[in-house]
């Protein structure tokens, strides 16, 4: 029903910036919050930074000051912009969204597949 397509990982040096894009499609009637998340080797998935779609923004104390999240509503479409990036941040980025359907009344909760960020010092 609902597709979240992640891109925009990869590898960079210590220090570096990348920008993450994650777009919605399917039958969608509105999108509330959206967020990314992170999940490292051996480590449980964590809330990177979240956004409604009003454009309130929160981030998890790691990041503050160096990501930036933002989104373009006509595009269904997430950003986060890593800047300052350091080998701590390596993980598989997953995007995250509450997402009401065409036809149903509620929300649904979707995941993105993933895609790899991997920063080397």
């Known amino acids: 029903q609902v597709q979240l397509v992640e891109s925009g990982g990869g590898l960079v040096q210590a220090g570096g910036s990348l920008r993450l894009s994650c777009t919605a499609s399917?039958?969608?009637?509105?999108?509330?919050?959206m967020g990314w998340y992170r999940q490292a080797p051996g480590k449980q998935r964590e809330l990177v930074a979240t956004?409604?779609?009003?454009?309130?923004?929160n981030y998890v104390d790691s990041v503050k000051g160096r990501f930036a999240i933002s989104r373009d509503n006509a595009k269904n479409t997430v950003y986060l912009r890593m800047s300052s990036l350091k080998p701590e941040d390596t993980a598989v980025y997953y995007c995250n969204a509450d997402v009401k359907t065409i036809g149903y009344s509620g929300l649904r909760n979707y995941w993105g597949q993933g895609t790899q960020v991997t920063v080397s010092s």
């Open positions: 399917g039958i969608i009637f509105s999108i509330n919050a």
């Open positions: 956004i409604t779609s009003g454009g309130d923004t």
